[in-house]
């Protein structure tokens, strides 16, 4: 299943964790409308961008804040990730039919692989941190 929130994604900081889990379930609200056929996801890509740079802005201070060494690197994929999103808003807008494929596609690698891989990384980091 896609949009399933499974435990090992937890990187139990707690605000990052709630943050995760609403960027699945708004991931989701996109996945379910266009499953349905439904033609106007611009609101849905709208409201993922304006909470995924919301998060991103969020976890970059926590990064600054505790030194994090791949910092400009993490920014840097959170970038590149919302300048993806808004690709396909764009895309979406012209009515390239195309672009729905791409978008699950694109859905699965962030929310499976950055948030499962880059920000886990971090949050080990953190955990390590706060045990020495
Ligand atoms: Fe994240
Ligand atoms: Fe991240």
């Known amino acids: ?3 399933e929130w499974k435990d090992s994604l937890n990187v139990l900081v707690g605000v990052v964790d709630h943050q995760h889990q609403l960027l699945f379930e708004l991931g989701s609200r996109v996945h379910k ?3 349905h ?3 106007d996801l611009a609101p849905l890509l709208d409201n993922l961008i304006s909470y995924a740079r919301l998060h991103f802005e969020h ?3 926590l990064m600054a804040v505790y030194h994090y060494p791949h910092l400009e690197a993490h920014r840097h994929l959170h970038g590149s990730l919302v300048a993806r999103i808004v690709a396909f808003r764009d895309r979406f ?3 390239d039919a195309g672009v729905t494929l791409d978008i699950m596609l694109f859905l699965h690698e962030w929310l499976g692989h950055h948030l499962g891989k880059a920000d886990i990384d971090f ?3 953190l955990h390590e941190r ?3």
């Open 1 to 3: 299943m896609l949009f």
């Open 33 to 35: 409308a266009m499953r």
């Open 37 to 39: 056929g439904e033609t």
């Open 59 to 61: 976890e970059e201070q």
């Open 93 to 95: 807008a012209r009515g």
């Open 123 to 125: 949050a080990s980091f």
């Open 130 to 132: 706060s045990a020495a």
